[in-house]
């Protein structure tokens, strides 16, 4: 077993998405961040694995991680270090959501961000944390 930290290499590379759920429709929160870093727990002393797979919001290639979806291989634990400067920010709103209604929407988050959302009914369903760049992995601990 063996512990690591886990940064992207390059800068602009790291997106959160949050899922948004209400009636049967989903509102994906983008956030990007220039960087980000991660504690690692392995099951073994070798390095983690990472499968990079296409981020579902991105271009067709299958070559991002989602950082909150690694227990496999040889990874027990993932846990957010720090997402450094934020500097870039996106709604999603499905096609059934008019554009006043996302204004209004909109008008909320400013007001209330999350509590502004979850009085209107919308319920966080999920979370994900795409990286699309190397990463630089420091064994910090046996």
């Known amino acids: 077993m063996a512990t ?13 998405h949050e899922l948004w759920e209400k009636d049967g429709l989903t509102i ?38 989602d950082m909150y979806s690694l227990l496999d291989e040889n990874i027990e634990s993932c846990d957010l270090d720090s997402l450094y400067d934020g500097w870039y920010s996106d709604v999603l709103y499905p096609d059934d959501i008019d554009q006043i209604e996302q204004e209004r929407l909109d008008e909320l988050w400013d007001e209330d ?8 009914g919308w319920i966080q369903t999920e979370t994900e944390c795409w990286v699309s760049c190397d990463l630089i992995v420091e064994k910090i601990e046996d």
Do not use: A
Request: charged fraction near 35%.
């Open 28 to 65: 994906i929160r983008i956030t990007g961040f220039r960087y980000g870093s991660w504690i690692i727990t392995t099951t073994t002393d070798k390095e983690p694995i990472f499968n990079r797979v296409r981020n579902p919001l991105g271009d067709e290639l299958d070559n991002s991680i």
């Open 4 to 16: 690591w930290k886990v940064i992207t290499k390059d800068k602009k590379s790291v997106e959160e």
């Open 113 to 120: 961000s999350y509590e502004g959302w979850e009085k209107d």
